[in-house]
T-cell receptor, first 116, second 117 residues
Framework: AQKITQTQPGMFVQEKEAVTLDCTYD???????LFWYKQPSSGEMIFLIY??????QNATEGRYSLNFQKARKSANLVISASQLGDSAMYFC?????????????FGAGTRLAVHP | GAVVSQHPSRVICKSGTSVKIECRSL??????MFWYRQFPKQSLMLMAT?????????EQGVEKDKFLINHASLTLSTLTVTSAHPEDSSFYIC?????????????FGPGTRLTVT
């Protein structure tokens, strides 16, 4: 079974609008972390936001927020006020276990295109 | 921030030769480093996890004799693709994490594009 599922291969959004990128996960480990990364065409992976399994509140980082619904096992990324520079691939990833030595499992990614 | 560099950024080699890719953490000590492979328009696939001073742990299906990983210091890990073939052409990305630095996100290098002719 897929551990991380991103069901949207591609998304379009108008500049200055908000967009939600979906991510669902599957784990039986009570301690896990969820990450979102952005990958522009240059290939670098840019860390955007993190949500821990025990966090009570949804994570926010500037224009990025994470809609964490633990019971549904979803961790959707919300980008507010989209900018042209937001056009990129976005990957959701999960770390099972509490430590930094634990590997990340990536979803298939969503390609976001921001239109002027 | 935490900066990870990779060298070279692009490499073209002939079939049958070996290629070494370096991954360095520039401003922190990386307890654990990871190597990923990414085919065009696909996600990152973890190849192996390496901890400084110990043997790498390879993911299922990854040939350890073909993809040699050395993590000799807390700031350097190398991936050597031995006897490269055209099917090894891919984008290779390393990442590093720091024990004790919550939330333990992985810091990624800029990637190395390998083309085997």
């Amino acid at each position: 079974a897929q551990k991380i599922t991103q069901t949207q291969p591609g998304m379009f959004v108008q500049e200055k609008e908000a967009v939600t990128l979906d991510c669902t996960y599957d784990t039986s480990d009570p301690s896990y972390g969820l990450f979102w990364y952005k990958q522009p065409s240059s290939g670098e992976m840019i860390f955007l936001i993190y949500q821990g399994s025990y966090d009570q509140q949804n994570a926010t980082e500037g224009r990025y927020s994470l809609n964490f619904q633990k019971a549904r096992k979803s961790a959707n990324l919300v980008i507010s006020a989209s900018q042209l520079g937001d056009s990129a691939m976005y990957f959701c990833a999960m770390r099972e276990g509490p430590g930094g030595y634990n590997k990340l499992i990536f979803g298939a990614g969503t390609r976001l295109a921001v239109h002027p | 921030g935490a900066v990870v560099s990779q060298h070279p950024s692009r490499v073209i080699c002939k079939s049958g030769t070996s290629v070494k890719i370096e991954c360095r953490s520039l401003d922190f000590q990386a307890t654990t480093m990871f190597w990923y492979r990414q085919f065009p328009k696909q996600s990152l696939m973890l190849m192996a996890t390496s901890n400084e001073g110990s043997k790498a742990t390879y993911e299922q299906g990854v040939e350890k004799d073909k993809f040699l990983i050395n993590h000799a210091s807390l700031t350097l890990s190398t991936l050597t693709v031995t006897s490269a073939h055209p099917e090894d052409s891919s984008f290779y990305i390393c990442s590093a994490s720091v024990t004790g630095r919550f939330p333990y996100e992985q810091y990624f290098g800029p990637g190395t594009r390998l083309t085997v002719t």
